[in-house]
C-alpha cells in the first residue's frame, strides 16, 4: 500500500506535537517511554481510524440495497458493533437492512468486508496463528500482548490456530 508523503508529513508532525507535550509535561522521560508513547499514540489512531473507515464505507450504502430474493432491503437502522484488531478492540456503526418481501436481516458492510462482529480481523486471526504455532498459547498470549500492546485470550489465540490449520489442511487436500 502506498501513502502519500505529504500526508505521512503532516500526520507525523501531529504526533511530533503529541509526543513532545508529553516530553514537556514529563510523562515522556526517556527514549524507552518515547517508543511506548508513540507505540501508544500509534495504537489510538489505528482504532479510531479503523472504525470511522468502516463507517464511511458504510455510509456508501443508500437507504435501500438489493436482497438475495431479488427484491430490494430497507435501512432499519444503524448498530454498534466491534471487531478485534492489530489495534485492539475497533467500535463502528453500521447499517441494518431488513427486506419486507422474505424477512432476511443484514449488515451489508459486514457482508462486503467480510466483518464478523465480536471476531477476530484477517491480519490479526494470521499473527495470532502464527504465534500459536510456534509457541504456546499462554506464552503466545504474553508475546502478543508485548509487541501489539493488546490482550488477547489464549483461548482466542488456540481458536485462530486452529482455523488456520483448517485452512491449511483444505489446501493440501485440493493440490493432493
Known amino acids: 500500500m502506498d501513502f502519500s508523503t505529504k500526508a505521512i508529513a503532516e500526520i507525523s508532525k501531529l504526533v511530533v506535537g503529541e509526543i513532545g507535550e508529553q ?39 443508500r437507504t435501500r440495497v438489493s436482497c438475495e430474493c431479488g427484491d430490494q432491503a430497507r435501512r432499519i437502522s ?55 504455532v510456534n509457541i504456546a498459547f499462554e506464552k503466545a498470549q504474553r508475546s502478543i500482548e508485548k509487541f501489539l500492546l493488546i490482550e488477547v485470550s489464549d483461548n482466542t489465540i488456540r481458536k485462530q490456530t486452529q482455523l488456520m490449520g483448517e485452512k491449511q489442511a483444505q489446501r493440501e487436500a485440493q493440490w493432493i
Open 23 to 61: 516530553i514537556a509535561t514529563g510523562k515522556i522521560k526517556d527514549l524507552q517511554e518515547l517508543e511506548n508513547g508513540m507505540r501508544e499514540l500509534l495504537k489510538g489512531i489505528g482504532q479510531q481510524a479503523y472504525g470511522e473507515v468502516l463507517e464511511k464505507e458504510d455510509s456508501k450504502h
Open 78 to 132: 444503524k448498530q454498534g458493533a466491534k471487531i478485534l484488531t492489530v489495534f485492539g478492540w475497533v467500535s463502528y456503526r453500521r447499517s441494518y437492512y431488513g427486506c419486507c418481501h422474505c424477512g432476511k436481516k443484514q449488515y451489508r458492510l459486514d457482508q462486503d468486508w467480510d466483518i464478523r462482529s465480536g471476531q477476530v480481523s484477517p491480519v490479526l486471526s494470521i499473527l495470532l496463528a502464527i504465534a500459536g
